[in-house]
């Protein structure tokens, strides 16, 4: 297979090292901006009268003709081609002749491999998106429904207030937006044109870098030529990005398994998002929870995998950012489906409201209430704060919950306590009541909703 580079050398590459140096079994899945960059590219020389405009329109037709028969299958990657680059301009030229060896004038496949590859992260990023947008829709939608839940609120795994569960959720709809918008200010910085850098330096030929970053939807061309050939922090920035969304993914499905547990049982795990024993008939285990649990691992060994490549490299191009591809295509591709699946998941899932109300009743979760409470009456908050852990301490001895407790045992605490106290420590009234900016209560969360709604819009 001839190589682009032939010419200096004149042995055959060994066969093992041919092997070694491909990129085509994972770079062809960047032919569509291979060949629509070729084609902006070349539509630029025309314009410029660098090539003529016989050879342009060869150029045109045949690289069309490419694409077709790529995606519809006539045409395949089994040539034994280097990289995606050389299998089009080599299939090119068998196809329109002298003129495919034209297409390559002012360009190295430096910046064509740079262009390719933000094309196609730009592209990845766009669908990341959207599919962020739906499931932080799914989450407004399952908080709208939970929203009048009573559920307990944990620090440490270890029960602490009550809480609207729609406010649970929504803590997650957050996370979420935050990481959709560094998608899309990670977009800001991929959607820049490195084509015209050439090999490192640009080139002598006149040519119009504005024009093909327009015509290929990039804001701008790169502002130097040796970085836009030689760093991919690009792609380290997409790659931590989508580290944090896997992060939030990861934590959302910890709690969702604890969540469907029977210890817990604030969810019957849905069959479609489940799987059973291959010995123990009863079980249904939350296998899709687990596995994007799991799969946070790969998205982050992307990250430093690319870190890695890049942290000891000489300026300008070098061989090693050749590694630059399969981890992050790998880290989209892992992305992609963990968000679609866990949106599908989340939208049929049904919550037991009694059972987060029984957990909620129990723990003494309303301990802070309680402590508030002899606030309003005029105790200083660290000594209601004492009194209170008093109490908490004596009714778990006793086998008491603070509902429990007669007026006359509140009295032997302090004489501040009176039949107000009951409607004070209420689970409903005590979510009820959390009503500054951002809280836990009913009212607080229909907020949040309503402006989660208005963002995502």
Request: aromatic fraction near 8%; charge should be negative.
């Given at each position: 297979?001839?190589?682009?580079w032939?010419?200096?050398?004149?042995?055959?590459?060994?066969?093992?090292?041919?092997?070694?140096n491909?990129?085509?079994?994972f770079?062809?899945?960047?032919?569509?901006?291979?060949?629509?960059?070729?084609?902006?590219?070349?539509?630029?020389?025309?314009?410029?009268?660098?090539?003529?405009?016989?050879?342009?329109?060869?150029?045109?037709?045949?690289?069309?003709?490419?694409?077709?028969?790529?995606?519809?299958?006539?045409?395949?990657?089994?040539g034994?081609?280097?990289?995606?680059?050389?299998?089009?301009?080599?299939?090119?030229?068998?196809?329109?002749?002298?003129?495919?060896k034209?297409?390559?004038?002012?360009?190295?496949?430096?910046?064509?491999?740079?262009?390719?590859?933000?094309?196609?992260?730009?592209?990845?990023?766009?669908?990341i998106?959207?599919?962020?947008?739906?499931?932080?829709?799914?989450?407004?939608?399952?908080?709208?429904?939970?929203?009048?839940?009573?559920?307990?609120?944990?620090?440490?795994?270890?029960r602490a207030?009550?809480?609207?569960?729609?406010?649970?959720?929504?803590?997650?709809?957050?996370?979420?937006?935050?990481?959709?918008?560094?998608?899309?200010?990670?977009?800001?910085?991929?959607?820049?044109?490195p084509?015209?850098?050439?090999?490192?330096?640009?080139?002598?030929?006149?040519?119009?870098?504005?024009?093909?970053?327009?015509a290929?939807?990039?804001?701008?061309?790169?502002?130097?030529?040796?970085?836009?050939?030689?760093?991919?922090?690009?792609?380290?920035?997409?790659?931590?990005?989508?580290?944090?969304?896997?992060t939030?993914?990861?934590?959302?499905?910890?709690?969702?398994?604890?969540?469907?547990?029977?210890?817990?049982?604030?969810?019957?795990?849905?069959?479609?998002?489940?799987?059973?024993?291959?010995?123990?008939?009863?079980?249904?285990?939350?296998?899709?929870?687990?596995?994007?649990?799991?799969?946070?691992?790969?998205?982050?060994?992307?990250?430093?995998?690319?870190?890695?490549?890049?942290?000891?490299?000489p300026?300008?191009?070098?061989k090693?950012?050749q590694?630059?591809?399969?981890?992050?295509?790998?880290?989209?591709?892992?992305?992609?489906?963990c968000?679609?699946?866990?949106?599908?998941?989340?939208?049929?899932?049904?919550?037991?409201?009694?059972?987060?109300?029984k957990?909620?009743?129990?723990?003494?979760?309303?301990?802070?209430?309680?402590?508030?409470?002899?606030?309003?009456?005029?105790?200083?908050?660290?000594?209601?704060?004492?009194?209170t852990?008093?109490?908490?301490?004596?009714?778990?001895?006793?086998?008491?919950?603070?509902?429990?407790?007669?007026?006359?045992?509140?009295?032997?605490?302090?004489?501040?306590?009176?039949?107000?106290?009951?409607?004070?420590?209420?689970?409903?009234?005590?979510?009820k009541?959390?009503?500054?900016?951002g809280?836990?209560?009913?009212?607080?969360?229909?907020?949040?909703?309503?402006?989660?709604?208005?963002?995502?819009?």
């Amino acid at each position: 297979m001839d190589k682009l580079w032939a010419g200096k050398s004149a042995s055959e590459l060994d066969a093992l090292t041919d092997k070694f140096n491909r990129s085509l079994p994972f770079d062809k899945a960047m032919f569509k901006e291979d060949i629509t960059g070729s084609m902006a590219h070349s539509a630029m020389l025309y314009a410029k009268g660098i090539i003529s405009e016989s050879d342009y329109l060869k150029i045109t037709e045949g690289l069309k003709g490419i694409l077709s028969d790529i995606e519809s299958g006539v045409l395949t990657f089994d040539g034994g081609e280097e990289d995606i680059h050389s299998f089009v301009e080599l299939t090119l030229t068998k196809r329109v002749g002298e003129a495919g060896k034209v297409l390559h004038t002012a360009r190295s496949r430096n910046d064509q491999v740079a262009l390719d590859l933000r094309m196609k992260l730009r592209s990845d990023a766009e669908k990341i998106k959207e599919l962020l947008k739906k499931l932080i829709s799914a989450f407004v939608n399952k908080a709208e429904e939970t929203v009048d839940y009573v559920a307990p609120g944990y620090t440490h795994l270890q029960r602490a207030q009550p809480i609207s569960f729609g406010h649970q959720l929504m803590a997650y709809a957050n996370m979420f937006l935050r990481d959709l918008e560094r998608v899309e200010d990670c977009l800001k910085r991929i959607n820049v044109s490195p084509l015209g850098s050439c090999a490192l330096g640009g080139t002598t030929y006149d040519i119009d870098r504005f024009m093909t970053a327009e015509a290929l939807g990039f804001s701008r061309p790169c502002s130097n030529s040796i970085d836009g050939v030689s760093d991919r922090d690009f792609v380290a920035e997409l790659a931590f990005v989508n580290s944090l969304i896997m992060t939030h993914l990861s934590r959302f499905s910890e709690e969702y398994i604890l969540w469907s547990s029977f210890e817990f049982k604030y969810v019957d795990l849905d069959e479609r998002f489940s799987t059973g024993s291959s010995i123990m008939p009863q079980k249904k285990n939350p296998d899709v929870a687990e596995l994007v649990r799991g799969k946070t691992g790969r998205v982050y060994g992307s990250l430093m995998s690319i870190l890695t490549v890049l942290k000891g490299l000489p300026l300008a191009y070098n061989k090693d950012m050749q590694e630059d591809k399969e981890g992050i295509f790998d880290s989209v591709e892992t992305v992609k489906i963990c968000l679609e699946i866990s949106a599908e998941m989340l939208a049929v899932t049904v919550f037991n409201k009694e059972n987060m109300y029984k957990a909620a009743s129990r723990g003494f979760i309303n301990a802070t209430d309680v402590a508030d409470f002899l606030v309003t009456k005029g105790l200083e908050f660290r000594n209601a704060y004492k009194i209170t852990g008093r109490i908490v301490r004596e009714c778990i001895a006793m086998g008491k919950t603070l509902e429990e407790l007669s007026m006359d045992e509140y009295k032997n605490y302090s004489p501040l306590f009176d039949e107000g106290i009951y409607t004070a420590i209420d689970l409903t009234k005590c979510v009820k009541d959390r009503t500054s900016y951002g809280a836990a209560g009913f009212d607080s969360v229909k907020k949040q909703i309503a402006e989660m709604r208005e963002i995502i819009k």
